[in-house]
């Protein structure tokens, strides 16, 4: 057991604020192509998904002691040996994703602001701010997060509240029975994307343990879905499907239209300034994530002694595994839908049958 804990709450909170980052880069895009005007409700198709999700890590962690995380879970349940094994693949998999989404936050805050300035450095620098933040104790960067929250929360509402009054009708509606098909298949990208949340379960091991703690991950798992359809809604309900299906952030183009002449204007630059709170965020998740399956794995006494190499393998990924934007997206576009699946929802609900049967034995 640590004294370094957190609650439940504010694990939500962290995941929620983290998981911002890759919505608005992936969800308007990716179903707005599977499922035209019919997108927005991949969301809401994927919630009972995501509810058995938060059910079966509610099921891992059930009857453990505070200090285990998931890492400790594969290797009581599966032995030493295949236990290390799999957390060695959720390590692999967390280090594709710090440097995938590092080099990404690079390459979109470049474009959106200093478009001369040398990527390598940008990127030296965001992860020294990430080291940093992985040093800390987990519960001042949870306290952070909370702060990141609150700033965009109200941004993310405001922003859709004002990109409502934009909305075609004819670009959402109506859905016919035809749809659903291209909405199953948009099912995947949310997936995806609610999958990044496996991570938060290898930082168990820091969070208290409640008797409420199950009820309430279903709530805030409802409220996200809740959130991904209404941002897919307004997107498409202000550009259309077509249109949305050929954007790279629809969601910051709708905020470029946002603004009273005379009264504010230039909201975006405001928002995507914002949005690097997200960013960080993720970074720092997974980051974290890494540092204590690289403890679990390789016995690293504390976590900050492993955020040095994990931060070191993400600068020197980010800067030599992917060569261009091109590669880039195309690493991140199938291969990485399936990874967040798998890794996300496929194996957490393998695991639960071990886990049952070691328990019931």
Not at 35 to 52: C, D, E, N, T
Not at 61 to 71: A, I, S
């Amino acid at each position: 057991m640590t004294d370094d804990q957190i609650s439940m709450r504010q694990l939500m909170v962290l995941l929620f604020t983290a998981l911002l980052s890759p919505v608005v880069r992936l969800l308007p895009t990716r179903t707005a192509e599977e499922a035209g005007r019919a997108g927005w409700l991949s969301a809401l198709a994927a919630l009972p998904i995501v509810l058995a999700l938060c059910w079966v890590i509610s099921a891992l962690f059930r009857g453990t002691e505070t200090g285990t995380g998931l890492g400790e879970i594969a290797q009581r349940v599966l032995g030493a040996p295949l236990g290390k094994a799999l957390v060695l693949l959720y390590l692999i998999w967390g280090l594709f994703l710090l440097c995938a989404n590092t080099r990404l936050f690079g390459l979109r805050f470049l474009s959106t602001s200093y478009r001369n300035a040398p990527l390598g450095f940008f990127l030296m620098a965001a992860l020294l701010l990430v080291l940093w933040l992985v040093r800390k104790p987990l519960s001042a960067f949870a306290r952070a997060a909370e702060l990141f929250y609150l700033a965009l929360a109200l941004c993310l509402g405001l922003t859709l509240f004002f990109g409502l009054f934009r909305v075609r009708a004819s670009n959402v509606l109506p859905v016919w029975a035809e749809d659903v098909p291209g909405v199953a298949r948009a099912v995947r990208p949310v997936l995806s994307v609610v999958g990044y949340g496996v991570f938060g379960a290898f930082l168990g091991g820091n969070v208290t343990r409640r008797s409420s703690d199950r009820r309430r991950s279903l709530k805030w798992a409802a409220a996200f879905c809740a959130v991904l359809a209404a941002l897919q809604l307004v997107c498409l309900g202000n550009f259309g499907p077509e249109l949305t299906a050929r954007m790279d952030t629809p969601f910051f183009m709708m905020v470029k239209g946002i603004g009273v002449p005379g009264a504010f204007e230039r909201v975006e630059s405001v928002v995507i300034a914002l949005w690097v709170l997200s960013d960080l965020t993720l970074l720092g998740l997974l980051a974290s994530a890494c540092c204590a399956m690289a403890q679990s794995v390789f016995g690293f006494r504390k976590r900050s002694t492993a955020a040095w190499p994990v931060v070191l393998a993400a600068l020197i990924g980010a800067i030599f595994f992917f060569p261009d934007a091109f590669a880039l997206s195309q690493w991140m576009g199938q291969a990485a839908e399936w990874g967040g699946v798998i890794f996300g929802f496929l194996i957490p609900a393998a695991l639960l049958p071990a886990v049952l049967l070691r328990r019931k034995g």
